[in-house]
């Protein structure tokens, strides 16, 4: 079973930083990870895409956040990060990591909450 987790949700004040981090418990150089991403769900919304980084490091964003947020992946380590900065009071959501697995399939972290606020 595959399992996906995320940390570093918190706090922040509109205009500031926070980085994201999620670590998959499969071993990135047995498996044939398709892609990695960050997803988010804020109060009454549907769900939707922030960002993916590909298996050859090619990365595809949202317009709402295109040029403030970067993803990034170390595979070693079996970790994505998401470095969110100059963050807005509509960046504010439940973010999710997903790994798309070749042959096992999608998977799910259970979220860490992102409030931007002063």
């Known amino acids: 079973q595959v399992q996906v987790v995320e940390s570093g949700g918190g706090l922040v004040q509109p205009g500031g930083s926070l980085r994201l981090s999620c670590v998959v418990s499969?071993?990135?150089?047995?498996?044939?990870?398709?892609?990695l991403g960050w997803h988010r769900q804020g109060p009454g919304e549907e769900r939707e895409r922030v960002a993916i980084?590909?298996?050859?490091?090619?990365?595809h964003y949202s317009d709402s956040v295109k040029g403030r947020f970067t993803i990034s992946r170390d595979n070693a380590k079996r970790m994505i990060y998401l470095q969110m900065n100059m963050v807005k009071p509509e960046d504010t959501a439940v973010y999710y990591c997903?790994?798309?697995?070749?042959?096992?399939?999608?998977?799910w972290g259970q979220g860490t909450q992102v409030t931007v606020s002063s």
């Open positions: 980084i590909a298996n050859d490091n090619s990365t």
């Open positions: 997903q790994a798309i697995i070749r042959n096992l399939g999608v998977y």
């Open positions: 499969v071993d990135f150089s047995q498996v044939r990870v398709l892609a």
